[in-house]
């Protein structure tokens, strides 16, 4: 029986290697150029027991039951709910913003009730949507806007809000309670021994076979296979030859301090200082007792490693360009294959609906 090849082991890969496996008995070869499994999800415990998130914490949440009982047959779970705070002039605030970023921000003393008038006294009503800048001043207004999300969304993106395309930022969330979660999903847990224990899981079936170490283009010549589904950037397979898809990319700059803890939450936002966006203190996601901490801030760049597709209309015309190359052979998949931001849930749930 020929293979299928699945390029990539991340979360997108491994889920439909799982289910190919599993669900038509079929081969599957896992071709990972990197020397670990897991893509992006990929953690690892460092000296002081504490699991780090490699690429940037990752946090699973999810609204449906199937993606949650799919998972859960890999991984038993650390319950965790996800506090971000936003460090504005030197005070912590609750992130999304709440009744007490709104009080604390503002020095007022507004309730459920009543905080709705100061948005609606504040947010603008340009005549057009044009920029980052409108989207956000007409939720929230010039307050808020300037000293929680322009400085923080310019050095995410690397360019000016009034110079950056609507689509790129969502609605913000406004909470009118104290709910200082940051995300309010119906399941919300960490893997209890890590993403990459649970990948390990999803990919141990007697039918998956792993290459790490290899580039899809070292071997592609020597395997007759069935089918390539392909969670590598679409740009690269074609060699670029419309040229190249924009990312933005961010690293991680990981410092040991020896003491038990650096900030009150797990995540930390500076929209206005540094040239990160943001530190993430690890430990507080497994509520473990260590006498170090390990943080990691958050640099955005314009080059790199391919992290987040920038979904501008001109960039999306030129994915569809991409992906209208004819080619049975390939499926493209994933957040580089499809050129799309994918939370976890997302790209798990698509891929156990993929017609397989
Ligand atoms: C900074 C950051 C934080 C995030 N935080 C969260 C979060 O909190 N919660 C959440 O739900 N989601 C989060 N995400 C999204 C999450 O990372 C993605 O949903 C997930 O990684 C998508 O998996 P994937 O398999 O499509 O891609 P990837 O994880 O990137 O996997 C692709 C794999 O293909 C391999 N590969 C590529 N090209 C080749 C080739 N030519 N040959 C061989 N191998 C190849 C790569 O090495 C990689 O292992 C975050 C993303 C980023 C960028």
């Known amino acids: 029986m020929k293979t299928n090849i699945i390029v990539g082991?991340?979360?997108?890969?491994?889920?439909?290697?799982?289910?190919?496996?599993?669900?038509?008995?079929?081969?599957?070869?896992?071709?990972?150029?990197?020397?670990?499994?897991?893509g992006y999800c990929y953690d690892y415990r460092d000296e002081n027991g504490i699991l780090i998130h490699k690429h940037g914490p990752h946090i699973f949440r999810t609204e449906s039951k199937k993606v949650w009982e799919f998972l859960s047959r890999f991984t038993d779970w650390?319950?965790?709910?996800?506090?971000?705070l936003t460090n504005v002039n030197g005070q912590f605030y609750p992130m999304p913003i709440n009744l007490d970023?709104?009080?604390?921000?503002?020095?007022?003393?507004?309730?459920?009730?009543?905080?709705?008038?100061y948005f609606n006294s504040?947010?603008?009503?340009?005549?057009?949507?044009?920029?980052?800048?409108?989207?956000?001043?007409?939720?929230?207004?010039?307050?808020?806007?300037?000293?929680?999300?322009?400085?923080?969304?310019?050095?995410?993106?690397?360019?000016?809000?009034?110079?950056?395309?609507p689509e790129i930022v969502a609605r913000i969330p406004i909470r009118k309670n104290r709910d200082d979660r940051y995300f309010t999903h119906r399941y919300q847990a960490l893997p209890k021994e890590g993403y990459t224990k649970m990948i390990q899981g999803i990919l141990d079936?007697?039918?998956?076979?792993?290459?790490?170490?290899?580039?899809?283009?070292?071997?592609?010549?020597?395997?007759?296979?069935?089918?390539?589904?392909?969670?590598?950037?679409?740009?690269?397979y074609y060699d670029y030859c419309y040229g190249k898809l924009p990312y933005r990319s961010v690293t991680f700059e990981f410092e040991t301090y020896p003491i038990e803890q650096y900030q009150p939450?797990?995540?930390?936002?500076?929209?206005?200082?540094?040239?990160y966006t943001r530190i993430t203190e690890f430990k507080h996601f497994y509520h473990i007792k260590t006498t170090n901490t390990v943080i990691a801030k958050e640099i955005p760049h314009a080059d790199g490693d391919p992290s987040y597709p920038i979904p501008t209309n001109e960039?999306?015309?030129?994915?569809?360009?991409?992906?209208?190359?004819?080619?049975?052979?390939?499926?493209?998949?994933?957040?580089?294959?499809?050129?799309?931001?994918?939370?976890?849930?997302?790209?798990?749930?698509?891929?156990?609906?993929y017609e397989i």
């Open 265 to 275: 939450v797990s995540v930390v936002n500076y929209p206005n200082n540094y040239d």
């Open 101 to 117: 970023t709104v009080n604390r921000f503002l020095g007022t003393n507004y309730t459920a009730e009543n905080v709705d008038d």
């Open 122 to 165: 504040h947010r603008t009503s340009p005549t057009e949507i044009n920029c980052v800048k409108d989207v956000i001043e007409s939720q929230i207004g010039s307050e808020f806007y300037h000293a929680f999300f322009e400085k923080y969304t310019e050095k995410q993106w690397g360019l000016p809000c009034e110079q950056l395309p």
């Open 78 to 84: 650390e319950d965790y709910q996800h506090k971000v």
């Open 205 to 236: 079936h007697s039918n998956i076979h792993i290459l790490l170490n290899t580039e899809y283009k070292t071997i592609k010549d020597s395997i007759d296979c069935k089918h390539i589904y392909y969670s590598g950037a679409i740009d690269e």
């Open 9 to 38: 082991s991340g979360i997108a890969g491994s889920v439909l290697a799982r289910r190919l496996a599993e669900e038509n008995n079929e081969q599957v070869l896992v071709v990972e150029k990197r020397k670990y499994i897991g």
């Open 315 to 353: 960039n999306k015309e030129l994915y569809n360009k991409y992906a209208a190359i004819p080619n049975d052979n390939v499926t493209f998949i994933g957040r580089l294959g499809e050129y799309k931001y994918y939370s976890m849930d997302q790209i798990i749930e698509k891929m156990m609906e």
